[in-house]
């Protein structure tokens, strides 16, 4: 071809050629665990489903970031390997540097994780082994404080100090007064960062905020239920059906009569809130997932 008619392949062009790598990895890792599955204990299987799934996504985001981002290479190293968010271009773009944290918010971080580490590790100790399922949930709650609230803030604050803009992935998810500011703004922010990334940005244009919303809601209940339901065995669609409560709760509270009733800020925002959130999350963290997975975890953890 003569050299006036080559064609000049733009960056836009290499990016979509170069796509399916991107999500390579989550076409075959969760495949390549779920094929494990009768090989391992359940929480084992949990463990090793739930991190295929992320270390994929994880590599999703900064694939499709990567480009588009002009950043230093220790950037990429530290967002795959040292940091559980998913707000790849925030954390590659060295011109958002943020402030570091003040004492207030390390000291915070540290209370929670003591409180997390007390009640995996000290309260089911206490509760007598009658009551398997009542030391299930202590150890469960106990395990979301630790890495959640604690480990993972740590590490933020960690990257913070540096200029980093490692948001943290839970931000006081209980001073929300509406379910809109829980799931949209405060708890874990690296999923919502994900799914408005890849469900909801693309969907909202071609069939409203209202369904987008809800399908993002219909695909983290799936996803819940792959990795809660599946390696304890039993549940199936407990999860799910949590989620698209929470879809419907959002709907309800951005609806005219919702916003005519206040739900959606103040005391009966918080109220409607919980009513939707706490009221059914045995649906979330049902009886087959606590007695089969996290007791059987705990118990490994505590006999090391």
């Not at 530290?78 to 402030?99: N, T």
């Not at 990257?159 to 006081?172: E, F, H, P, R």
């Not at 708890?187 to 994900?194: D, I, K, M, P, V």
């Amino acid at each position: 071809m003569p050299l006036s008619e080559t064609k000049e392949i733009e960056p836009t062009e290499v990016a979509r050629s170069s796509s399916w790598i991107g999500w390579l990895p989550i076409s075959v890792l969760p495949l390549m665990a779920v094929a494990c599955r009768n090989l391992l204990p359940p929480w084992v299987f949990m463990w090793v489903l739930s991190f295929a799934i992320y270390l994929s996504l994880k590599w999703l985001t900064w694939w499709r970031a990567r480009s588009r981002i002009a950043h230093a290479a220790w950037r990429s190293v530290a967002y795959l390997l040292a940091w559980p968010g998913m707000d790849a271009e925030a954390f590659l773009d060295a011109s958002q540097r943020v402030p570091p944290p003040t004492p207030a918010t390390w000291l915070w971080a540290i209370i929670e994780t003591i409180l997390g580490t007390i009640l995996f590790w000290v309260v089911p100790r206490s509760i007598a082994q009658g009551e398997p399922l009542l030391r299930g949930w202590a150890a469960m709650l106990g395990l979301i404080l630790l890495l959640h609230f604690g480990t993972f803030q740590i590490v933020a604050l960690l990257w913070q100090s540096v200029g980093v803009n490692a948001k943290a992935i839970m931000s006081a998810p209980l001073r929300s007064t509406s379910l809109g500011e829980f799931w949209g703004k405060r708890w874990n922010l690296g999923f919502r960062q994900l799914s408005h990334e890849l469900i909801f940005r693309p969907l909202h244009r071609r069939l409203g905020t209202d369904v987008a919303g809800f399908l993002v809601f219909a695909v983290s209940g799936l996803t819940h239920d792959l990795v809660i339901s599946v390696p304890a065995r039993g549940g199936y669609g407990l999860p799910t059906l949590y989620f698209l409560l929470q879809g419907t709760g959002m709907t309800i509270e951005h609806s005219r009569f919702g916003k005519r009733l206040g739900l959606g800020s103040g005391v009966r925002g918080w109220c409607f809130m919980m009513v939707f959130l706490a009221a059914p999350v045995f649906w979330l963290f049902h009886p087959w997932f606590v007695l089969r997975v996290i007791l059987p975890f705990m118990q490994a953890i505590h006999a090391l």
